[in-house]
């Protein structure tokens, strides 16, 4: 098992930043991708940003250039650094490690971004 806990969101001002952070316990040694989602009212949940081991990212188009994705493989922690914040992009953001072998992976509890002035 694998237990995440996210942390750092929180009510910012169109344009300000917010860095979110998901730490991992448990059996996440296997883990090599991580990645985090979001859930806008009403809307479906959809991949923000991707991490592998290797150090591939990816981002969604509405956020590339604002957001950063990276890791700290000591820390067992993956971080979300978010730049020129718009109020669409206002939702609960989910951390979520997997690997090939379990693709489904392991869910964080999620934490609330709110942009709004």
């Known amino acids: 098992q694998v237990q995440l806990v996210e942390s750092g969101g929180g009510l910012v001002q169109p344009g300000g930043s917010l860095r979110l952070s998901c730490a991992a316990s448990?059996?996440?040694?296997?883990?090599?991708?991580m990645a985090w989602y979001r859930r806008a009212p009403g809307k479906q949940r959809e991949l923000v940003a991707v991490?592998?081991?290797?150090?591939?990212?990816d981002y969604a188009d509405s956020v590339k250039g604002r957001f950063t994705i990276s890791g700290d493989n000591a820390k067992n922690t993956v971080y979300l650094e978010m730049n020129s914040l718009k109020p669409e992009d206002t939702a609960v953001y989910y951390c979520?490690?997997?690997?090939?072998?379990?693709?489904?992976?392991?869910w964080g509890q999620g934490t609330q971004v709110t942009v709004s002035s």
């Open positions: 979520k490690v997997s690997s090939p072998q379990n693709p489904a992976g392991y």
């Open positions: 448990g059996r996440s040694s296997g883990m090599v991708v």
């Open positions: 991490i592998t081991s290797g150090g591939y990212t």
